[in-house]
Every structure is written in C-alpha cells, then in structure tokens.
C-alpha cells in the first residue's frame, strides 16, 4: 500500500497562485508515476496532470498547459503542483494519485490509478 497526503489548497482570488504538495509513504519503491486530479461538485474526477516516476516524464491537461508546473522530489517520494494564473473554473477538490500498472498511456483515466491521498480544497474567486 501507499498512503498520500495532499496539502497546500486554500482560497485564492483569479490570477493567484497556490502551491499543492503530495508526500507519498508506504510501498514507495512499487510506485511508477504520481499525478493530481481534480473534481469539482457534480463533475467527474478530472485529469490534471502526472510524471513518470523513473524519468521525469510529464503529462498535463490541456487546460493547464502553461499555468500549471508538476515537479518532484525524488529522495523525499513527494510532488508538487505550481498553479499559476488561476481561475474560477479551477476551483475543485484536488487529489493526489500514485501508481498506474498501465503506464504513460492511460495517465489520464482516473480509474487506473492504485492509490489516492484525501483530497485538498482549492477554490478560486473572482
């Protein structure tokens, strides 16, 4: 197993920015990618963006491309999540993900992923 814990939400004005953090702790050595999600109320969970554990592969969604930065810290099995130039439609609870048996193809499908940390609220006004 792998616990995630998220931290970092909050509540931020449009054209803010906010920092996400995941630590990862448990079976660490048998996670291959890490990723964040989103999912606002009646919506369904929402692909943001994930990086490949053992080279720093990165994906992101379309919609953030150029707002949002995904990085790591490999020793420490932690993520983070830069959002910048944030927007109302942001706002969402944000979850963390580790471990996709089926690799860099279905980074996106939620169902894929093995584990998932709480979720962090992050809401964006205007």
């Known amino acids: 197993q792998v616990q995630l814990v998220e931290s970092g939400g909050g509540l931020v004005q449009a054209g803010g920015s906010l920092r996400l953090s995941c630590a990862a702790s448990?079976?660490?050595?048998?996670?291959?990618?890490m990723g964040w999600f989103r999912q606002a109320p009646g919506e369904e969970r929402e692909f943001v963006a994930a990086?490949?554990?053992?080279?720093?592969?990165?994906q992101y969604a379309d919609s953030v491309k150029g707002r949002f930065t995904l990085s790591r810290d490999k020793p420490k099995n932690t993520i983070a999540l830069e959002m910048n130039s944030l927007r109302v439609a942001d706002t969402a609870v944000y979850y963390c993900?580790?471990?996709?048996?089926?690799?860099?193809?279905?980074?996106?499908?939620?169902?894929?992923?093995?584990?998932w940390g709480q979720g962090t609220q992050v809401t964006v006004s205007s």
């Open positions: 448990g079976r660490t050595f048998d996670n291959n990618a």
């Open positions: 993900a580790a471990h996709n048996p089926e690799g860099a193809a279905f980074y996106k499908k939620a169902d894929r992923w093995n584990f």
């Open positions: 990086i490949k554990w053992s080279n720093g592969y990165i």
